[in-house]
């Protein structure tokens, strides 16, 4: 994972390039909350 976050407009986002599992979105939010400094711990991969 990265170690920092960063946004983007919609307006850049013109094709899609895949999709993420339920899985997936969890641990993405998981890790952003821990950037954010929400949450502590790291889910095991």
Not at 22 to 36: C, F, G
């Amino acid at each position: 994972m990265a170690d920092q976050l960063a946004t983007v407009s919609k307006r850049r986002l013109v094709d899609q390039v895949g999709k993420l599992t339920y899985v997936d979105v969890r641990k993405v939010e998981h890790v952003v909350k821990i950037q954010l400094g929400l949450l502590g711990k790291v889910l095991s991969a």
